[in-house]
Every structure is written in C-alpha cells, then in structure tokens.
C-alpha cells in the first residue's frame, strides 16, 4: 500500500512539473513539488526529520547567491551595456548574431542561463526591431546558446548546480571537461542559425547598428563587478561554489544604492520552491520502492556505457524537464563503477537537451513569452527546425568529447 501511493505521489508531481498544470486547478510547478513533498510526508514514506535531510541546501544556497548577484549587475545596467558595446561593433547580419550568440553563452556560463534569457531578450529584440531584421534567428540563438554555455560549468544552469552537489566534482574540472563542449556547441549553433536563416544573413547589406539606450549606476556596477569577479575566481580557487554564491549576493545587499525590496523581487522563489519539493518527492521514491538491489539491476542495464546513459538523460530530460530527470537519475548514477564520468555526461545531456523543443526547457519557454509579448511569434516548428538537429549535433560532439 506505501508503495504503491508513494508511486502515484511520484508520478502525479512529475506530470504537473512535465506539463506545467493540472486540469480542472490552478496549481503550478512548484505548487505540485511542495504538495508532492508534502504529501510523501503525510504518509510516512519521508519523515519529517529526513524530509529536511533529503533537501539539498547547498543548491538552494548556490541558486539564491547566483540570484542575488544577478540582480545587482541587472539593476546596475551590467546587461544593457554589454549588449550596447557588441551591437556598436555588429556591421552585419552575420557579426550581430555571433555577438548574440557569445553574449548568451558565456554570461551564461557564469550567471545562470535562465536569468541571462529574461534580461537578454528584451534587449535584443528592441535591436533587431530597430534595424528591421528578420528577429526570429536572433531571438532563437538565445535560448539555444544559453543552454549551450550553461553547460559548461557548475553555475550555468540549475541541473549542473545539483548535479555539482550530488557529485563532489570541482569547478575548475567540471569546467575543464565541459567548457570546450559548450565552445563546439555555440560555434555549432551560430552555423546552423545562418545556415537555416540564409535570407536574413546572407542577401543583406551592412548594419547601421544604432545602440539602444542604456544607463548605469556606475558605483554599483563597479562594486557589482568587483564582487562577481572575486566570486568567480572563489569557484575556481576551490571555495565550495554554495559558500562563495552565498557570500557574494549576500555582500551585495549592504549598499546605500539599492532598496533591498527591488532586489528580493529579483528573485525566483518558486524556482526554490521546487526544487525543495522534488528533493522530497524522490527521497520518497527511494526509500520506499527504490532497493539497493533494484537500483543495481537498473543501473547495469547498460547505464555504465556513456552513450546509453546520454540519451537515457536526454530522452527524459525532454518528458520530465532536466531538473527532475537529474533527481530522478541519481540512485542510478550513483550505483556506476566511474559515477564522476557519469554525472558530466548526465550534466551536459540534460543541459543540451533542453534545445530539442521549445519546451525543453525553462529558458526556452522564457524566451518565446517575452518574444510574443512584443509581438513576435515563435511557433512550435520554427523552434524545432533549429533545436532538434542542434541538440543532436551537440550531444553526439559532448559524448565524443567526454
């Protein structure tokens, strides 16, 4: 009888958090995590004591500093003066998509690739529309290059941020193994943009490319740099990446500059809120049906071969999302004779994945929404033209390269 509500439990959070919603309620992602969590609680699948212990707070901890940084350097106008230095130097189509492309997938890298999507899209768009470019290319190469550059470390994205905790592997190796399959992605990436867009880069004349209008809190951004820098260099000295997040947003909040409330309204909180609650909701699935035994015979079921286990991640990556197929690959990653092999490729298949289809992932989703708020449509199809043969490109490229 526990099992089997433990199961449902399981499989009925994993369906909201795959679609988003529940018919007929208005519960979100997070909503469905929380109760899900809550719920194995109820039935005594996690007790409370292990509840707590089965949520991984130094994610939680590495994902609120990343925000809180972020969020210093938007304020400051750190996004809209970037993208104003590499639009004033783009003379042609082709230079401003590339600029596009580097912008997104080296912020990325560093600063969460979803949060680069919410502040890079609005900017972009107001350039492409101004120049009266064909925007579709342009506004795609965000998402599909952040995803991209989000693998190359542990703070890119989400799912690297616990794949880095369940690991142990250090920032400076993670990136090591990862960033030049992130460099072959991003160079894949803008080839196959100009290859399918061939009207828009290749037909056109120079771009008079007018910068948009920025401003800068030039004593914030000063402080904000400094502080992001020093938090980088951390993770690469080999400072826990948890600590040196937490410490850096932290110490961006004693300022004069900034009301704190405009700060934690940068932040994400249901993004929080479910990974807590699927931290649970798998601690559930394991204790209660997952044996020892049964996660061995799953795992020699050729997990241990690293092309298997690449599009096993992948393939559930786009049912689940990447986050939960993550969680959901743990027990069984952990259970293989190299798991530190194994979690860089489950880390660079989930993360490549989410380019498949426009719902592949949250970064994606972000993206399109802000697009059709401005009026430009990106349809199904037109995403899946450009995501899907990217996704199996760069997947194929990150095996051979791991």
């Known amino acids: 009888m526990m099992q089997a509500a433990t199961v449902a439990i399981f499989i009925a959070t994993y369906a909201v958090v795959a679609f988003g919603r529940l018919p007929g309620l208005r519960i979100d992602r997070a909503g469905a995590a929380l109760l899900g969590g809550a719920l194995m609680v109820a039935i005594g699948a996690v007790p409370l004591e292990a509840a707590w212990r089965a949520i991984d707070w130094d994610t939680i901890a590495l994902l609120l500093g990343m925000m809180l940084v972020v969020a210093h350097l938007r304020l400051a106008g750190f996004f809209a003066m970037a993208t104003a230095w590499a639009v004033a130097r783009a003379r042609h189509p082709l230079v401003l998509l590339a600029a596009v492309v580097l912008l997104s997938g080296v912020l990325s890298a560093f600063l969460v690739n979803d949060t680069i999507c919410i502040v890079l899209t609005p900017l972009v768009l107001d350039i492409v529309l101004h120049l009266r470019r064909d925007p579709v290319p342009y506004v795609l190469a965000i998402p599909l290059a952040a995803n991209i550059g989000g693998a190359a470390t542990l703070t890119g994205t989400p799912q690297n941020m616990i794949v880095g905790s369940l690991s142990g592997i250090g920032y400076g190796p993670f990136a090591a193994m990862l960033a030049p399959v992130a460099a072959a992605g991003l160079v894949l990436a803008f080839v196959l943009l100009a290859a399918i867009w061939r009207r828009e880069f290749f037909t056109g004349g120079t771009l008079v490319a007018a910068a948009p209008a920025w401003r800068v809190d030039r004593k914030l951004l000063r402080k904000t740099l400094a502080v992001a820098l020093a938090m980088v260099a951390a ?38 809120l479910m990974f807590a609650g699927l931290f649970v909701v798998v601690a559930g699935l394991e204790r209660a049906v997952l044996s020892a035994d049964a996660v061995a015979r799953i795992a020699a079921l050729g997990l241990d071969r690293m092309a298997i286990l690449g599009v096993v991640t992948a393939a559930l990556s786009n049912i689940v999302s990447n986050v939960p197929a993550v969680l959901v690959l743990r027990p069984f990653v952990e259970a293989l004779p190299d798991p530190a092999r194994a979690w860089t490729v489950v880390a660079m298949a989930a993360t490549l994945a989410g380019n498949f289809t426009i719902v592949g992932s949250v970064a994606n989703l972000i993206v399109v929404q802000r697009a059709r708020a401005r009026g430009v449509e990106i349809g199904f199809w037109t995403y899946f033209v450009a995501g899907a043969p990217l996704t199996i490109a760069t997947i194929a490229v990150g095996l051979m390269l791991l």
């Open 235 to 272: 993770f690469f000295w080999g400072m826990q990446p948890a600590a040196a997040a937490l410490v850096a947003g932290a110490a961006l909040l004693a300022t004069r500059r900034v009301k704190p409330a405009r700060i934690y309204a940068e932040i994400d909180g249901p993004l929080l």
